[in-house]
């Protein structure tokens, strides 16, 4: 079991830059698929990147395709989400997920409270 917690969300002028962290408690963190998924005012909460566990296969939504980069240190339990070029419509609350099963697509198992980013055009 994992419990993540996320940090580093802010405010940042379009074209900025912002790194997220989500550090996870628990022993088995290297076991567990990590993601990421954000939700904006009056959407759905959405897929946005995620992460093997010895980071070797990443996935990211079109909408942030090179843009945004995801990366774990299993030897701290985090999971990090490099953003750059940052547009106003990625606004949102920012989750981190825990996960297991086929790595094309993971079943979500622990959340995170979620840290804002907000974008200002």
């Known amino acids: 079991q994992v419990q993540p917690v996320e940090s580093g969300g802010g405010l940042v002028q379009a074209g900025g830059s912002l790194k997220l962290s989500c550090a996870a408690s628990?022993?088995?963190?290297?076991?567990?698929?990590m993601g990421w998924f954000r939700q904006a005012p009056g959407k759905e909460r959405e897929f946005v990147a995620h992460?093997?566990?010895?980071?070797?296969?990443?996935y990211y939504a079109d909408s942030v395709k090179g843009r945004f980069t995801i990366s774990r240190d299993n030897r701290k339990n985090t999971v990090y989400l490099q953003m750059n070029s940052l547009k106003p419509e990625d606004t949102a609350v920012y989750y981190c997920?825990?996960?297991?099963?086929?790595?094309?697509?993971?079943?979500?198992?622990?959340w995170g409270q979620g840290t804002q980013v907000t974008v200002s055009s």
């Open positions: 992460i093997s566990w010895n980071g070797g296969s990443k």
């Open positions: 628990g022993r088995s963190f290297s076991l567990y698929i």
């Open positions: 997920a825990a996960g297991h099963g086929d790595i094309a697509s993971p079943v979500w198992d622990y």
